[in-house]
């Protein structure tokens, strides 16, 4: 099958267009070296293709856009404000106990690491074998507070053609696409298995999405026909993925 371009971007280009991003919306980080409250995007331009501590005081404060109740973001925390989203690990396989999605929570990020996971940017604690590992629960329950609930729960209406760096680690709503693989199971034999969709308006974009062999709707099948998809935009390698929290984010259009 062939994939369109949005499923290639080159990962230096995801990182150079994230810069350019906040250049250009005029953000500018705290350079006084005690830190203060940043947007996201800040956060993620202080990458430079390195692991990096971070020392400062820095906060950042979202809305959580992630469930791992269904075995789906296992160890991931995705947060999303008004500039951009960014992945959080930690090592846990409930934090839906934790974090309700709609949470709103802020973040002291002393001492935290981001770094970089197959082109994608992370939160997490400083690796050995990775740029960014996994934070202990308790560790983690030191660097986050929750302080209210979102009215709503943030999402971007676009098609798979509007894909672009800005929405990674957001959650995104695509209408009017389908499966390829309709008909078959998730994840066959509980092994993490990748899944494509296609824009029924164009039907030349395609957009790949990853489905964790350990979630429990693995076996379940992948609905017929044109849907809507909620997901949270990844990049992984050489291309972008959505990630799915539970079989809910698949809304068939005969059920709208």
């Not at 331009?45 to 820095?58: I, K, N």
Request: charged content about 25%; proline content about 4%.
């Amino acid at each position: 099958m062939m994939l369109s371009r949005v499923s290639r971007p080159l990962v230096g280009i995801v990182t150079v267009c994230l810069l350019l991003m906040v250049g250009c919306n005029g953000a500018v980080v705290p350079s006084d070296g005690e830190g203060g409250a940043i947007s996201i995007s800040q956060l993620r331009a202080l990458y430079d293709g390195y692991p990096r501590l971070l020392t400062e005081g820095y906060t950042i404060e979202g809305v959580v856009i992630s469930n791992d109740r269904h075995g789906e973001f296992r160890h991931k925390v995705a947060i999303e404000d008004s500039s951009g989203g960014v992945i959080i690990e930690v090592k846990s396989d409930s934090l839906f106990l934790l974090h309700r999605m709609g949470d709103r929570v802020r973040v002291e990020c002393r001492g935290l690491t981001l770094g970089g996971y197959g082109g994608s940017i992370r939160l997490g604690a400083e690796g050995t074998n990775r740029e960014v590992e996994p934070l202990s629960k308790a560790r983690w329950k030191e660097h986050y507070r929750t302080v209210g609930i979102a009215e709503s729960l943030p999402r971007h209406s676009l098609s798979i053609g509007d894909i672009a760096p800005r929405y990674l680690s957001t959650r995104l709503m695509l209408c009017s696409v389908r499966f390829v693989e309709a008909g078959e199971e998730w994840a066959p034999m509980q092994c993490d298995t990748t899944r494509h969709l296609v824009d029924c308006a164009s039907e030349g974009d395609t957009l790949a999405v990853r489905l964790s062999g350990r979630s429990d709707f693995a076996n379940h099948i992948i609905p017929e026909g044109e849907c809507t998809l909620f997901g949270v935009l990844d990049y992984f390698n050489d291309g972008y993925q959505l990630l799915l929290a539970s079989p809910d984010d698949v809304l068939p259009h005969s059920e709208k």
